[in-house]
């Protein structure tokens, strides 16, 4: 929350700039929000040259946080301007002079500042994944075509100036600092983390700038908060890894492939040896087509020995492919069980929440306590999109409530899953897993109710 002063002393001080200003001091007023949009810009791209230089990690939220700021000042910038121009000379300048340079400039740069700050936020990292990153790059060019949009318009004294100056300085002392770690530890070993889920590397000599991990931040110095810059996920699932060390299969056989509606795999594999496996985590399993192996991420319904079994959407794309011409006896491969996605040792009433086959890890969850009482709340988009239907039937003591968003049907719930339509006890703790806009609402919805004890997986 301390993050967020920064909005109150600027905040302040504009509320009083309208409340005492008289009608021919509206220019200067939005002269103040442009200029104080640039300074929390600035601010956000000197956050990680700044971690570079101090190692003081914890800085690495500020980097976002001043990045929404600026978009928010950039809105009211532009916001001001179009009202002075359509209120005090009844045209609408910007259309009128779009080719005069101050101005096509200053609308490019608030178009870009707008997809940085629409998607500022950690769903956006989940959907988006490797595009995300691609998109954040577009800072550094928004910077200079800020800085010309000033220039243009006549406007670039001492001050504008020092701020550009101070950050051109940072990054460059910065750059600098990188280069003389990247020498002192290329002659040593230098440990990498991958992302389980969608395979990425964190390497410690490169960090990663645009997510506030300056090079040679160690692994285990990231700030919790950090995620994963492709899939979005935590540093729970990243796992050590070494170039040189590739991880040992275990080979594993196809013994039941049962299509359970047109998108739905159930898959069970018999693998060489056994694996331990706690409810609620997944398999990373190698998969073969023409291009060459690759990995896919499962979550397991069910172990049973040297028996694993999993349920699988059958998504376009090399994973579904290979899934959808897998037969009884094709050879597959295992590599380890991962995840800390898993049912807490607690008396607490237990909640599941999920969509399509985000069902899978609860399943397993529901199973390991059948003498507790427990609330299934099970979302998909209408009757043929069901699955498991018998077998949450025959799991003890569990209440299920099935919502088809697009479908009437007697017997299940209309529309989307909504917590609020529910009473549940104060004390009770949530699973899901699923649609990530589902997830995202649910989560919020709880949290706005008092409930804590969340926990949670994005499909």
Not at 58 to 73: D, E, I, M, S
Not at 414 to 422: A, C, K, L, M
Request: one cysteine or more; charged letters at 20%.
């Amino acid at each position: 929350m301390l993050r967020y002063i920064f909005v109150l002393i600027p905040g302040i001080f504009l509320f009083a700039g309208f409340y005492f200003m008289k009608a021919g001091e509206v220019n200067l007023l939005f002269r103040d929000f442009g200029m104080i949009s640039f300074v929390y810009f600035a601010l956000a791209l000197a956050v990680t040259p700044i971690i570079t230089l101090t190692d003081k990690n914890n800085l690495a939220p500020y980097r976002r946080t001043f990045g929404v700021l600026a978009f928010l000042f950039t809105t009211i910038h532009m916001g001001i301007y179009f009202y002075m121009e359509y209120m005090y000379q009844k045209t609408f300048f910007v259309l009128a002079h779009f080719k005069e340079l101050d101005i096509i400039s200053g609308v490019i740069a608030f178009v870009i500042m707008a997809a940085l700050g629409i998607t500022s936020n950690n769903f956006s990292v989940r959907i988006l994944k490797g595009t995300w990153k691609k998109i954040q790059i577009l800072a550094y060019p928004l910077f200079l075509l800020v800085t010309l949009h000033i220039a243009f318009a006549g406007r670039f004294n001492v001050f504008y100036m020092f701020v550009v100056s101070s950050v051109i300085l940072l990054r460059t002392t910065a750059y600098l600092s990188e280069k003389n770690i990247e020498t002192k530890k290329s002659s040593g070993k230098t440990t990498r983390y991958r992302c389980v889920p969608c395979g990425w590397i964190y390497d410690e000599k490169y960090g990663d700038p645009d997510g506030g991990i300056p090079p040679g931040t160690r692994f285990e110095d990231i700030p919790d908060d950090w995620v994963c810059p492709v899939c979005g996920v935590g540093k729970n699932d990243f796992v050590p890894y070494e170039e040189q060390y590739e991880q040992e299969n275990t080979p594993a056989i196809a013994i039941v492939a049962t299509l359970l509606n047109s998108t739905t795999l159930e898959l069970t594999l018999e693998t060489k040896e056994s694996f331990d496996v706690i409810p609620g985590q997944f398999a990373r399993i190698a998969l073969k087509d023409r291009d060459g192996v690759f990995y896919r991420s499962y979550s397991v319904v069910e172990s049973n020995g040297k028996k694993l079994t999993f349920c699988i959407k059958l998504s376009p794309g090399r994973g579904g492919n290979v899934l959808k011409h897998l037969k009884i006896g094709d050879t597959l491969a295992v590599e380890n069980i991962y995840g800390s996605f898993v049912l807490q040792n607690t008396p607490h009433p237990k909640v599941f929440i999920a969509t399509g086959t985000g069902l899978a890890p609860l399943i397993n969850m529901m199973r390991q306590i059948p003498d507790k009482d427990k609330t299934l709340l099970f979302g998909v988009q209408d009757s043929a999109s069901l699955f498991y239907t018998e077998l949450l039937k025959k799991i003890p003591q569990l209440e299920s409530h099935i919502f088809l968003s697009r479908e009437e049907i007697p017997g299940f719930r209309h529309g989307r899953i909504d917590v609020t339509t529910f009473s549940f006890p104060k004390d009770s703790e949530f699973y899901m897993c699923g649609n990530p806009a589902m997830v995202e609402k649910t989560v919020s919805d709880l949290k706005a109710q008092g409930f804590t004890k969340i926990y949670h997986e994005i499909f």
